[in-house]
C-alpha cells in the first residue's frame, strides 16, 4: 500500500474516533486558542521545557495561538513535570492550580506532563478527601467523582511528541522516584477534554527520543492486538497494523532526518493509532515490567526491549495474529522467514527476530544487560510488581494470562531471557 492511502486510512481511523474533539495534523497548531476558549477563559497553561532551547518555538506557537483567532483568553504559563511523572511534581501542579483557580487547564508536552497533570486535576477535584495512592488502579476516580458529586476541570492536551499517546487516552502513569516504582490510573475520567497535535513539534525530538516514542507506539499496537479478545479483534486489528507498519516503515529515516515533516507526520498517525489501541484493549507483560525499570529505562525504551522476549511466550496462543506483523517486519527488510511455514513458538521466535533486527539497524539495546546502571535486583523488582494487585489488569490483558502464583516461574525466565538476549530461556506454558 502506498503512502498516500496509509496516511488516508489513519486519518479516518482518529476522526472517526476522535470527532472535534481532536485537532490533529501539520500546522494545526494555531487551533489552539479556539479549543480552549471553548472550555474557559481563564487558563493555566501546564508547559515542559519552559526555558529550555528546544520548547522557545512551541512556547511562542501557544503563546500565539492563545492570543489570536478572534478569542479573549486569559492565561499564565507554568512549568510542567519531570520525567516519569514523580508523585511531588503531582502534588505541586495540583496546589498551583487549586491556587490559580483557571476555568480550563491547558497542558503543553510529551507523556510525562500530560500523565501528571491529568492526576493533578483529579487530585485537585477529590484531593480533599483521598489521597493520590487512592487512585491507582482501574476506574478509582471515576467511583470516587461520583461518590462525591464533582467533576474533574476540563484539560486541553497538546502532545509534543510522538510515543505515549497521552493526550488521548485514559492512562495516567505516575512514578514513586524513591520506590523507583511506577503505578497507573486506568480511568475515562482522565481522558483529556480536547486534544491537539501538531505532528511538526516533532522535529524537535532527539533521536534518542524519536526512537523511544516509536517503539513505545509499535509496543501499543502490538500488546493490544496480541491480547485483545476475539470477539474484540475486528474493531481493533486494522488500526494496530496499520500503526506497526507506519512506524516500523519510517523510524529509521526518522531517526536520521528529524526535520523531514512527510515522516514526522507518519510516525505522529502512527503512534496516535497505539492510542487507539490501547482505548480499546489493554497492554500487558512488556508494559507492566516497564514500571520496575523507570530508574534505567524511559517508558517506550523498556517496553520495546522486552517486547520480542513476551512474543516468543505468547506466540502458541496468537499464530494468526503474529504472521500478520511479521509480515510487515518482513516488507521493511528485517525478516526474510517463511512465516506460513512456521507454528507456535518457531513462529514467534522469527518475529521476535524481526522486532531485534530494527532495534539493532537504528541502534537500539536489545537486552538488558546493554543498560547502563542494569542489576539482577531490576528483575527482582519487575517480578515483585506482576504481584501488585493494583497492576494485576496487565496479567489479566496478556494473551497467555498469568496468576500472581505462576509469575516466577514463567516470568521470571522471560526477564532472564531479556537480561542476556537468550530467546531460548523463555518457557512457554502450553
Known amino acids: 500500500m502506498d503512502v498516500t492511502a496509509l496516511r488516508s486510512q489513519a486519518r479516518d481511523i482518529l476522526q472517526r474516533w476522535k470527532g472535534e474533539k481532536y485537532v490533529f495534523g501539520l500546522g494545526c497548531a494555531r ?12 487558563a493555566l497553561v501546564v508547559m515542559s521545557g519552559t526555558g529550555a532551547t528546544w520548547s522557545r518555538a512551541i512556547r511562542a506557537t501557544v503563546t500565539g495561538a492563545l492570543a489570536g483567532g478572534g478569542t ?31 476555568e480550563v487547564v491547558v497542558v503543553v508536552g510529551g507523556g510525562s506532563n500530560i500523565d501528571a497533570v491529568k492526576a493533578a486535576v483529579a487530585l485537585v477535584a477529590l484531593g480533599d478527601q483521598y489521597e493520590l495512592d487512592t487512585f491507582f488502579g482501574v476506574n478509582q476516580v ?25 493526550h488521548l487516552t485514559r492512562y495516567s502513569n505516575i512514578t514513586n522516584m524513591q520506590s523507583g516504582q511506577k503505578l497507573l490510573i486506568v480511568d475515562d475520567a482522565m481522558v483529556p477534554t480536547r486534544s491537539l497535535f501538531d505532528y511538526g513539534f516533532t ?6 527520543f524519536t526512537m523511544d516514542g516509536g517503539l513505545d507506539g509499535v509496543s501499543h499496537c502490538l500488546e493490544v492486538l496480541e491480547g485483545i479478545p476475539a470477539e474484540k479483534e475486528a474493531a481493533v486489528r486494522p488500526a494496530c497494523l496499520l500503526g506497526i507498519e507506519l512506524i516500523v516503515r519510517n523510524l529509521k529515516a526518522a531517526v536520521q532526518d528529524p526535520t523531514n515533516l512527510a515522516v514526522r507526520e507518519l510516525m505522529g498517525l502512527g503512534t496516535d493509532l497505539g492510542g487507539y489501541a490501547i482505548m480499546v484493549g489493554g497492554t ?8 520496575s525499570l523507570v530508574d534505567l529505562l524511559s517508558h517506550g525504551r523498556a517496553c520495546a526491549l522486552m517486547n520480542p522476549y513476551y512474543t516468543v511466550f505468547f506466540a502458541p496462543a496468537i499464530e494468526e495474529r503474529l504472521r500478520a506483523v511479521g509480515s510487515i517486519y518482513r516488507d521493511a527488510g528485517y525478516l526474510r522467514t517463511d512465516l506460513a511455514r512456521l507454528h507456535g513458538r518457531d513462529l514467534g521466535v522469527a518475529v521476535a527476530e524481526g522486532m531485534i533486527a530494527l532495534a539493532k539497524d537504528i541502534g537500539f539495546p ?18 515483585a510488581a506482576a504481584q501488585n494487585p493494583k497492576l494485576e489488569s496487565k496479567l489479566r490483558n496478556m494473551p497467555v494470562p498469568l496468576t500472581a502464583a505462576q509469575v516466577d516461574e514463567y516470568m521470571g525466565p522471560i526477564l532472564q531471557a531479556a537480561q542476556d538476549g537468550d530467546l531460548t530461556q523463555i518457557r512457554n506454558l502450553h
Request: net charge positive; charged share 20%; with cysteine.
Open 203 to 208: 522535529t524537535s525530538m532527539p533521536g534518542g
Open 31 to 42: 487551533e489552539l486558542g479556539r479549543l480552549v476558549h471553548e472550555l474557559g477563559t481563564r
Open 142 to 166: 471515576t467511583e470516587k467523582l461520583q461518590a462525591t458529586q464533582r467533576k474533574m476541570l476540563p484539560i486541553v492536551a497538546m502532545q509534543v511528541a510522538a510515543g505515549s499517546a497521552a
Open 366 to 383: 536489545t537486552r538488558l544487560r546493554e543498560v547502563p546502571g542494569f542489576t539482577p535486583a531490576h528483575v527482582a523488582r519487575c517480578l
Open 284 to 291: 500487558s507483560g512488556a508494559h507492566l515490567n516497564s514500571f
Open 72 to 102: 479573549a483568553l486569559e492565561w499564565e504559563v507554568i512549568p510542567g513535570a519531570a520525567p516519569n511523572a514523580p508523585v511531588e511534581d503531582v502534588q505541586r501542579l495540583a496546589e498551583v492550580i487549586c491556587t490559580r483557580r483557571p
